[in-house]
């Protein structure tokens, strides 16, 4: 007969078996509540191995909150990229300045306070609260989603599943350790139960799942048919000057890419280029095939095209920079490859 419970159980592997992560403040040490909000930040929809050298990155140049705060806005977001979504880096911004100015630098401690802050969620709010405070918070994750679904049996889809896979999650966080438990969690997810082929001889709650007892723990949680994206088509221009230089553009503040920079383009955003680029080369080649990306609510299929010129004033919003330099302007994505589409095919 089983005395003790799941937490205990799987809080006494993570004592042993935690991962190192360098957000992650050292068995006994304080957590930074700094670091913890801004990996939490970096890692929504974003790998570990992705984020763990942006995340020393991001340190080195602003060490705390209060010098984030103070950054320039062009700054931050070249140092996003890649990472994606980034209205998330136009929120980490707002966040930081909002926590220098309204917070003496100082990041408040409740689930309920952090909720406030601009760009936190119920998520973040309450995985800060929890790891850095110690705070009776419950952060539910896609690991920690996958690992109670499966605990549970719940069978009913995601996304109509969340509030009982959040539901029973509360019901097994010990209230003590509730920082170390969402850790021990998404550990625990990223580890052993994988999504398509969990290793449930290496759980430490085995056996406590009702799904390995069923035998069908690879099938959850269950997902509801993804919908289509739809597709959108756009121009990217590549206007290359005779000493070497290719011209660029810095997209609005608000909206998709806001305020990111990219090569000139139009026709899939609402971020529209000036209709004088065009004009600027008296010839333009089309490269084949044409820049494919997924954004996160449609497709986008991105016909690039190059041209050459020997001196212009560069249009409103646009400027020139050397072609060996781009890779220190913060691109982002879609742009990497339309740059990375032009050279090739040039």
């Given at each position: 007969?089983?005395?003790?419970?799941?937490a205990?159980?799987?809080l006494d592997w993570?004592?042993?078996?935690r991962?190192?992560l360098?957000w992650?403040?050292h068995p006994?040490?304080?957590?930074?509540?700094?670091?913890v909000?801004?990996?939490?930040?970096?890692?929504?929809?974003?790998t570990v191995?992705?984020v763990?050298?942006?995340?020393q990155?991001f340190l080195d140049r602003?060490?705390?909150?209060?010098?984030?705060a103070a950054?320039p806005?062009?700054?931050?977001?070249?140092?996003?990229?890649?990472?994606?979504?980034?209205a998330?880096a136009r929120?980490?911004?707002?966040?930081?300045r909002?926590?220098?100015?309204?917070?003496?630098?100082q990041?408040?401690?409740?689930?309920?306070?952090l909720?406030?802050?601009?760009g936190?969620g119920g998520?973040?709010?309450?995985?800060v609260?929890?790891i850095?405070?110690?705070?009776?918070?419950?952060?539910v994750?896609?690991?920690?989603?996958?690992?109670?679904?499966r605990?549970?049996?719940?069978n009913t889809p995601?996304?109509a599943a969340?509030p009982e896979?959040k539901?029973?999650?509360v019901?097994?966080t010990p209230?003590d350790?509730?920082?170390?438990f969402?850790?021990a969690?998404?550990?625990?997810?990223a580890?052993?139960?994988?999504?398509?082929?969990?290793?449930?001889l290496?759980?430490p709650?085995?056996?406590?799942?009702?799904?390995?007892?069923a035998g069908?723990?690879a099938?959850?949680p269950?997902?509801?048919p993804?919908?289509i994206?739809p597709l959108?088509q756009g121009?990217?221009?590549?206007?290359?000057?005779?000493?070497?230089?290719?011209?660029?553009r810095r997209?609005?503040p608000?909206?998709?890419?806001?305020?990111?920079?990219?090569?000139?383009s139009?026709?899939?955003?609402?971020?529209?280029?000036?209709?004088?680029?065009a004009?600027l080369?008296?010839?333009?080649?089309?490269?084949?095939?044409?820049v494919?990306?997924?954004f996160?609510?449609f497709?986008?299929e991105?016909?690039?095209?190059?041209g050459r010129i020997?001196?212009?004033?560069?249009?409103?919003?646009?400027?020139?920079?050397p072609?060996?330099?781009l890779?220190?302007?913060g691109?982002?994505?879609v742009?990497q490859?339309?740059?990375?589409?032009?050279?090739?095919?040039?």
């Open positions: 007969m089983m005395t003790e419970s799941p205990k159980a799987l993570y004592d042993v078996s991962r190192d360098p992650r403040a006994g040490a304080a957590a930074n509540p700094y670091h909000w801004l990996s939490e930040v970096m890692l929504q929809q974003t191995a992705a763990a050298p942006r995340f990155r602003w060490p705390t909150v209060s010098d984030l950054a806005d062009e700054d931050v977001m070249a140092e996003w990229a890649g990472l994606g979504y980034y998330r929120n980490l911004l707002k966040c930081a909002v926590v220098a100015a309204d917070h003496s630098g990041f408040p401690s409740t689930e309920t306070e909720a406030t802050l601009p936190i998520y973040t709010a309450a995985a609260a929890a850095a405070f110690g705070q009776n918070a419950t952060p994750d896609g690991n920690i989603e996958r690992v109670t679904a605990l549970f049996h719940i995601l996304p969340k896979i539901a029973r999650a019901s097994i209230p350790r509730a920082g170390d969402a850790q969690m998404m550990d625990l997810g580890t052993i139960c994988l999504p398509r082929q969990p290793r449930c290496a759980c709650i085995q056996a406590f799942c009702q799904a390995h007892k069908i723990a099938d959850l269950k997902k509801a993804k919908k994206k959108r121009r990217a221009y590549w206007l290359e000057r005779a000493d070497g230089q290719v011209l660029l997209r609005k608000k909206g998709l890419l806001g305020a990111m920079v990219e090569l000139p139009f026709g899939w955003s609402d971020d529209e280029a000036p209709a004088s680029i004009k080369a008296t010839e333009w080649i089309a490269v084949t095939p044409p494919t990306h997924v996160t609510h497709r986008l991105l016909s690039v095209f190059c020997h001196d212009a004033a560069p249009p409103e919003d646009c400027f020139w920079r072609v060996d330099q890779g220190d302007i691109l982002p994505s742009m490859k339309a740059a990375k589409a032009a050279i090739m095919g040039d």
